[in-house]
């Protein structure tokens, strides 16, 4: 299905954008939105939202006023630079005769209007700017320009903005507007489809969320009546079942305590209950650990196969907590927790291949550490840090990082003391493939 796209911005802009995307019908479906003045964007996204998927902003000026909408869709917005800049100087000097020096301009960055100016071989000293930012108001430009030219600094206004333009106008001051170029609004359209087709497509993929409920096969045995248990597994049944639900998702048991919910990344990903609320609900029904583990792929099958990895790795970290795998091979979790960790579960460095396997460590506790020490932001990292974050004791933290120091991917690089009595810890800097490469 096509994405709609709702074009904003003045009249005559909004017509070349629509002009333009014809060029894109296959692909793009235009829905025109004009306004008078910038300031009432805001209000026009904020009642259109439901008829278009993404947006596309006739210039910078309209961004400020899209964020007060508090809508949240793609949007992308036109360029104005040097090239767009380079048509209204020709059409002042060639076209109308007039001089290029001293003239105000508003809302383009200087090095670009200097830059333009040096390229064309013109004088740019007595060409005032100013530049734009999410701070200016539309007075604060009309302003500028007014100014300059009641103080005869100026003879000619440029600006980017219509209304801005009109305003000058009133006042019978010589104005001309900047806007977007064919090619500008050709390279935002271009990359308004190609970003909703990749959005498009990861939303798309399946996704499979594993929820496993350890012990309840235990508890299968003469010691514990049998209507108990078939309640105990029909309320985490039913709050599956609720989650599932959700996120328009299918739900199949395929053991005792191990269920699989099967939705879409986009559906998982928008849902409003996140997979922390399910943890949650299993937590108060039984105080059996549970884990869950979320795979997304192109087929069912890969999704499947990544869920079940991430489920591993849930399992080896903590109870009720969840973890997710996704198509790349990418690991992130735990996801219940604000601050969570990613890492990747291969490498294609055959150096730190080989030195992993002397020392005995796996490539995935590798890059675990590699990501904790980058999430905590100094570039180093000691024991006690690997032990809270990966779940292992001191004891064992020391001896991998002891082994990564023997084969030269850590060192050594201070000490600090210990919060109570005890001999000063270790800190260690552990390197990554990037940096064993340069050495």
């Not at 904003?8 to 070349?16: A, E, F, H, T």
């Not at 993404?54 to 090239?83: E, M, R, T």
């Amino acid at each position: 299905m096509k994405p709609r796209a709702g074009i904003i911005g003045p009249n005559d802009s909004v017509q070349l954008i629509s002009e333009i995307a014809t060029e894109y019908h296959d692909r793009l479906q235009v829905v025109p939105f004009i306004y008078q003045n910038p300031d009432e964007a805001a209000d026009i996204v904020h009642k259109n939202q439901h008829l278009v998927d993404l947006w596309i902003l006739a210039g910078p000026a309209i961004y400020k006023s899209f964020q007060k909408s508090g809508v949240n869709q793609p949007f992308f917005i036109l360029k104005l630079d040097g090239a767009s800049l380079t048509k209204t100087l020709v059409d002042i000097g060639y076209n109308d005769k007039k001089s290029l020096e001293n003239i105000s301009i508003d809302m383009l960055a200087e090095r670009d209007v200097f830059e333009t100016y040096r390229d064309l071989g013109i004088s740019s000293q007595q060409v005032y700017i100013q530049e734009y930012s999410n701070e200016t108001s539309l007075d604060d430009l009309l302003s500028f320009h007014l100014k300059l030219f009641k103080d005869k600094k100026v003879e000619i206004c440029i600006t980017c903005l219509r209304s801005v333009y009109d305003q000058l106008c009133l006042h019978d001051i010589p104005a001309y507007r900047v806007t977007p170029t064919r090619s500008n609004i050709r390279e935002t359209l271009s990359t308004a489809v190609q970003k909703w087709e990749t959005i498009h497509f990861k939303q798309s993929q399946i996704a499979a969320i594993l929820v496993k409920v350890q012990g309840m096969e235990k508890k299968e045995d003469h010691n514990m009546v049998s209507y108990d248990l078939h309640r105990l597994n029909l309320e985490i049944q039913s709050a599956i079942l609720h989650f599932a639900e959700s996120i328009s998702g299918s739900f199949v048991t395929i053991g005792t305590g191990v269920f699989v919910i099967f939705s879409t990344r986009g559906s998982l990903q928008e849902t409003e209950k996140p997979i922390g609320s399910l943890l949650e609900k299993l937590a108060l029904i039984t105080d059996l650990p549970a884990n869950i583990g979320i795979g997304y792929g192109d087929t069912a099958l890969t999704a499947e196969e990544n869920a079940r990895l991430a489920l591993n790795h849930a399992q080896n970290y903590d109870s009720f907590c969840a973890f997710l795998v996704d198509n790349s091979g990418t690991i992130e979790g735990p996801l219940k927790e604000q601050e969570a960790i990613s890492f990747q579960y291969r490498t294609e460095n055959k150096e730190i291949s080989e030195k992993l396997k002397k020392s005995g460590i796996t490539i995935t506790t590798f890059n675990k550490i590699l990501s904790v020490q980058k999430r905590m932001g100094n570039g180093s990292i000691t024991a006690t840090q690997i032990a809270e974050w990966l779940k292992m004791t001191p004891r064992n933290a020391r001896r991998i990082l002891t082994g990564l120091v023997e084969e030269g991917i850590a060192e050594i690089i201070g000490e600090e003391a210990p919060a109570s009595k005890g001999r000063p810890r270790k800190i260690y800097r552990v390197s990554d493939g990037l940096e064993l490469t340069k050495k």
